[in-house]
């Protein structure tokens, strides 16, 4: 048997499974949620819920990555032959899809503002007017289009190229890359005038903003942004070595995630306030208020370019992640060669993505439930696919999986300690399953 494709070292591991976390999930939605929940009052609870949840269901899926050495759905065959279990991984394999289809559509957009940044263009005289301006390109027939394609043909070659030769070089030239960046733009937004009142904004807990409804939001969040729930965990631990210290990784990996977001914050909320923004502007506050904000700096164009590469390099390491789910259930359960499955999910993610493009023009009247494509299939996946997802995951290893199998694969047979190991267990199979579910109750009483 031809011997599995394995990252080659532990630092490329971790930067493909932090790249995978890292995304606009990060610096765009976390700072939009935090500014329309309160600031500082969801930064406490979402930091409680991904260390825990987001943790839990990142080992879980760890575990049944490497321990079936299979993509997604072949985890489930592996480990659970002959049974249901495996449509858990079919609805990892099309949740990675639908994203991948709105995702490269944001991941565009990005590129469209690092070349107008680049070209001088990102001009306008008001917040209005950039508003116009932003809505006026995404309502394009084919520019965002355009970028939709150079987007998916960027992502096509890096997964072509392989797990070590291209996720794992990319990751590791990028995501350094952009802790640079996310370091140099934090002190330039620390040095703004009147930054303090926006870290206060973002750190100074009011205990009062806390409802049901924000405990859920931080919830709901705190699983888009580490990448679980949809095996995408599961495919990459798959090309683990089996010497990898895996709760260790589960750790750094959801504490990096946790540290960009909070670097996000940091660099998003002194702006704000500092031109004084209201920090609660929803989704435009990255594509609207931002640039409004280089403007007004020194050299702002330099910023805002700064600011979308790191965009846009974030938004890459995460949809290579997205592809490669599907890419690996093709190539490894129908037996296509990597180059045949790649191809397939390239064009087929082409397609969703101008159908979700589309979505903000000439079919913004297309309503399915009232929603937009677009917004469907960020609801559909987020929402429900994702957390239905992880927790029947969390079921699944907590309640299925023999106890001394997990403890063997975790603890590398042994030669590891694991001392939370009991710990562990008791959030896979009660506190996870039940906090999720809690999480998808509420969901589905929005709908
Ligand atoms: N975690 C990514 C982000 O924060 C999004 C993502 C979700 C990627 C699920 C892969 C799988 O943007």
Known sequence: MKQRATFNSKLGLIMASVGSAVGLGNIWRFPCEAGEHGGGAFLIVYVFCVMILGMVVMLAEFFLGRASQQDSVGAFKILAPRSMWKILGYNGVIAAFLIFGFYSVVSGWTLEYMYQSITGNLNANSVEEFTE??????????????????????????????????????????MPMLFVILIILCIRSLMLPNSLAGLKFFFNPDFSKITSGVVLSALGQAFFSVSVGMGCMITYASYFHKSINMPNTAVSVVTIDTLVAILAGVIIFPAVTSFGISPSQGPTLVFVTLPNIFQQMPFGSLWSFIFFVLLAIAALTSIISLHEVATAYLHEQHRMSRFKAATIVSSGGFVLGVICSLSFGVLSHVKILGLTVFDLLDFVTANLMLPIGGMFICIFVGWRVNKKVLKAELTNNGTLKFRLFSVFVFLVKYVAPIIIALVCIKQLGLF
Request: charged residues 15%; hydrophobic residues 50%; aromatic residues 14%.
């Open 133 to 174: 301006n932003f809505g006026s390109f995404t309502s394009d027939m084919f520019r965002p289009i355009l970028w939709v394609l150079v987007f998916t043909l960027i992502t096509h070659f890096v997964v072509l190229s392989g797990v070590k030769k291209g996720i794992e070089r990319a990751s590791k030239i990028m």
